[in-house]
């Protein structure tokens, strides 16, 4: 339902309230913008999965993951792209870096995950596992929080 007056109105036209109506536009916009809850998890989970498997048994268990891993990243963008309308082209200089440091942290903690295996601690990649999905998780949200509010105050 639209209240601005028709331009043949003899009503002045109150700018306070169309500029309050577009803030609380922006606002529905915004809440719309976000993630769902369960998007960030499961990108967590898939950097996890990729930290863990140096530590898998089977020779080409690691590729494997990569693979499918790769996959359900394509699918969560797609997801992501459908349920919030942003597209991952329209990232803030500040979401790219965000973005750049969930990959290259994954990279480093897989990293760190081969080191320990050839050193025979595999049960520590527990714990490069388990960063790798907090890490990933954290700066999900974070992205998603930053282009929430980058669409409510955006002018």
Partial sequence: METNPSPQSNQPIDS???????????????????????????????AAAYAAGPALPGEYTSNSILILGLLG???????????TGVKLS??????????????????????????????NLNWWVMASTLCAFALVTAICTSISTSQAKRIANDR
Avoid at 73 to 83: E, G, N, P
Avoid at 90 to 117: D, Y
């Fill in 16 to 46: 306070q309230e169309l500029l309050q109506e577009l803030a609380a536009d922006r606002g529905r916009l915004a809440s719309h913008a976000m993630a769902p809850r369960w998007l960030a998890p499961a990108f967590g989970f898939i």
């Fill in 73 to 83: 990243v394509i699918a969560l963008l797609t997801t992501a792209q459908r349920s």
């Fill in 90 to 119: 329209e990232f803030s200089m500040t979401e790219w870096l965000l973005f750049t440091t969930a990959f290259l942290g994954t990279l480093g903690l897989f990293s760190v995950s081969l080191a320990l295996v050839s050193l």
